[in-house]
Each structure stands twice: as structure tokens, then as C-alpha cells.
């Protein structure tokens, strides 16, 4: 892997504000001579005081989910333009809890995503197979099929601005990781996939992430394979100690 790997915590509904900004206050010297880039995610609620703390970091803020449309009507949403105007970077689109738990459909996850990109805002793309879809041998036509339907009627310009986050729904908080053989193989169809339907040279600069149970015990593994570019992490992400030994190893 030659491109400078990225480090991503998803807290997914944890933490205060003040949480927030303890945690990044804490962080911030033990990553100074970190090789990957930083990005976290925290609630809406704590992403100002988040911002504020990153500020004169090597962090990056994003959001875990925005809606499609600008404004108007919709009730408890948030725009990717409010997001921006906070000083949002990126943003979390198709994660399986938003696909499983509150069943967004993927011409959903495509509009946030052509939308996100419209509002300036980096879209890292979720997909990922579930348990029973791995079983029945379904992996590549579920990943195909999130993957061409999440870029749906992007430019290629804009396709290469994606980050692209493999999660097999079966790792995600439940203590199983996919073998890094495993995780590899995937990432490889994948880059593939990212050839056959944008481009060689998009593909080679694109960042694919694994994510489900990354913790300091396996992201060594995991980054040394050839098409892992970068880890995605949940739960070990909320524990500022255990994240900064993620960020140091990646
Ligand atoms: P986990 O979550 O690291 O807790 O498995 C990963 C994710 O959902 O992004």
C-alpha cells in the first residue's frame, strides 16, 4: 500500500459533547507522529465542540449520516450543507445500522451520497454483506450491487472522491473479525469492481477500508494487506488510549 493510510472511529450514539471534546483533547498528543490520517465521527450533537477541540490537529471531523434533500419538510433531519457550514469534512453513508436497523434503501444512500458530494462533504460509502448472505455464497453480488447503486449517476470525477468501507454486517460489534485473508480477498474484488465500473488509476487511489471488531490486537494484520488501505472502527474507537495504539499501528 503505497497512499497514506486513514484511520476512521465511528461512535456511532455515544458520547456528550464534553465527552467529545475530552476525548480529542486527550487524543490529539499521542497521535502527533501518527502515519494515517485521522477522522473521527461523533454524534451531531458533539460535532462542534469536536471541531473546535480538532482544530490545530491532525484530526479530521465527519458526520455518521445526513439527509438528501437541502431543506425544508423533514422533521429531525440534518442537511449535508448544515454539516458543511459547521466545518463537517465527511460524512458516514450506507452503514448496515442505517440499512438494517432504519431500512435506507440504496437509491437512498445514493441521493446523501450525490448530495454530500454537492454540498463539499467526503462521502465514505458502507457495504457489506450480511451473515446469511455470506452463507448462501450471495458476497460479491450483495457488494456489486451496494457498490454500483451507491455511485449511481456520479461523474468519475466525483466517484474518485469516494472512500469506500468494506464491513461484513457479521463483524460489526460482535467480536468476530474477518481473517485478514478473508477481509483481503474482498478488498481485492473490490478494486476490482472499482476498475470495471469507474476506472484503473480511480481505483488505484481509492481507499478501502475494513471494518467490524478492529482493535489493537489485529489492525497490524489487516493493514498489511496489499488492497486494505485504512480501518473503519466502532466500538474501539470510543476509548481514547486503545484508538491512539489503532491510529499508531496503522
Ligand atoms: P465495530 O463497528 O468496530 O464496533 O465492530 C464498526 C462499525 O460499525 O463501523
Redesign the pocket.
Known amino acids: 500500500m503505497d497512499k497514506k493510510s486513514i484511520v476512521a472511529g465511528?461512535w456511532?450514539m455515544n458520547k456528550t459533547q464534553l465527552e467529545a471534546k475530552e476525548f480529542i483533547k486527550n487524543l490529539a498528543p499521542l497521535i502527533q507522529s501518527a502515519r494515517a490520517s485521522v477522522y473521527i465521527s461523533p454524534s451531531f450533537t458533539a460535532l462542534q465542540e469536536s471541531i473546535l477541540a480538532a482544530n490545530n490537529t491532525n484530526i479530521i471531523i465527519g458526520a455518521q449520516n445526513m439527509h438528501d434533500e437541502t431543506d425544508g419538510a423533514f422533521t429531525g433531519e440534518i442537511s449535508g450543507g448544515m454539516l458543511k457550514a459547521l466545518g463537517v469534512e465527511f460524512v458516514i453513508l450506507g452503514?448496515?445500522?442505517r440499512r438494517h436497523v432504519f431500512h435506507e434503501d440504496s437509491s437512498f444512500i445514493n441521493r446523501k451520497l450525490i448530495r454530500a458530494l454537492k454540498d463539499g462533504l467526503q462521502p465514505i460509502l458502507c457495504i457489506g454483506e450480511t451473515q446469511k448472505e455470506r452463507e448462501e455464497k450471495k458476497t460479491e453480488i450483495v457488494l456489486e450491487e451496494q457498490f454500483l447503486k451507491g455511485i449511481q449517476n456520479l461523474s468519475k470525477k466525483d466517484a474518485s472522491n469516494i472512500i469506500i468501507a468494506y464491513?461484513p454486517v457479521w463483524?460489526?460489534?460482535?467480536g468476530k473479525t474477518a481473517t485478514s485473508e478473508i477481509a483481503e480477498h474482498v478488498h481485492s474484488f473490490i478494486r476490482k469492481l472499482v476498475v470495471k465500473h469507474l476506472d484503473k488509476e480511480i481505483s488505484k487511489n481509492m481507499h478501502i477500508l475494513y471494518?467490524?471488531?478492529?482493535k489493537p490486537q489485529n489492525v497490524e494484520e489487516l493493514m498489511q494487506q496489499e488492497n486494505i488501505d485504512g480501518v473503519?472502527?466502532?466500538?474501539?474507537s470510543l476509548d481514547y488510549k486503545v484508538f491512539a495504539q489503532i491510529i499508531n499501528k496503522a
Open positions: 465511528n456511532k452503514h448496515s445500522e464491513e463483524a460489526i460489534g460482535t471494518g467490524g471488531s478492529v473503519l472502527v466502532g466500538g474501539a
